[in-house]
């Protein structure tokens, strides 16, 4: 009988250690190595960093907000200083200001839209639009002078591209008489590929490059 309960406590001492064994394995974080961290460790993580950004922002805004409050507390400040006269002439010199910016504004949208239609005009690639500079015309004042030099500007720009066309069909041209065939690019890069790629990337000397190998291959 005292063998008996030996053994019993013994086998009942090897299944606590074994049942101690199993929950500390289950306990162990996910993972490789010693320093695993649990899937609640890395949550933890990245909710402590989302917090540390929003806070950086809020922060920013706050910045933000109070200095510009300060610029209007100051101003409001040297405004209350000055006589009525001359609080009258500030304020009709700033909306002098606001009524100019309003003004290049316009000017600048209807320059734009000139230049979209000069160009459709001129039968040239609604693509060109991006490369026609109009800051400087809108400091113009007058109106048809401003659209005159605007009209130049894009015919100039279109003659020196059929120029250039011309000189680079002339030299392959000459280039086959000798014996020289230029190299058949047409199955491997379409034209038609080749001048949207280049001008969606505003690449001017690529639209070039694929209008003259679309005259080359029309003499062909």
């Not at 074994?18 to 993580?45: C, D, I, L, M, V």
């Not at 065939?181 to 694929?210: H, R, W």
């Amino acid at each position: 009988m005292a063998n008996e309960a030996t053994k019993t406590t013994e086998t009942a001492n090897v299944e606590t250690t074994e049942t101690k064994t199993t929950q500390s394995t289950n306990a162990e974080p996910t993972g490789t190595g010693a320093g695993a961290k649990t899937e609640e460790e890395r949550w933890a993580e990245r909710e402590k960093q989302l917090r540390e950004e929003m806070q950086k922002e809020t922060e920013r805004r706050v910045t933000d907000a109070v200095k510009t409050a300060n610029a209007k507390w100051k101003k409001d400040a040297e405004r209350e200083k000055l006589s009525e006269e001359e609080r009258r002439k500030l304020e009709d010199q700033e909306r002098a200001q606001e009524n100019a910016r309003k003004e290049h504004e316009l000017i600048m949208r209807g320059l734009r839209l000139d230049v979209v239609d000069a160009i459709s005009e001129l039968g040239m690639d609604a693509g060109f639009r991006n490369l026609v500079a109009v800051d400087d015309l809108a400091l113009i004042s007058d109106e048809a002078e401003r659209k005159q030099k605007l009209t130049d500007r894009i015919k100039g720009m279109k003659k020196l591209f059929d120029d250039e066309v011309k000189k680079q069909v002339e030299k392959e041209k000459a280039e086959f008489l000798k014996g020289h065939t230029p190299p058949a690019s047409k199955e491997k890069q379409p034209e038609a590929d080749s001048y949207a790629e280049a001008k969606k990337a505003g690449n001017v000397k690529g639209m070039l490059s694929a209008k003259l190998e679309a005259y080359r291959n029309g003499e062909e």
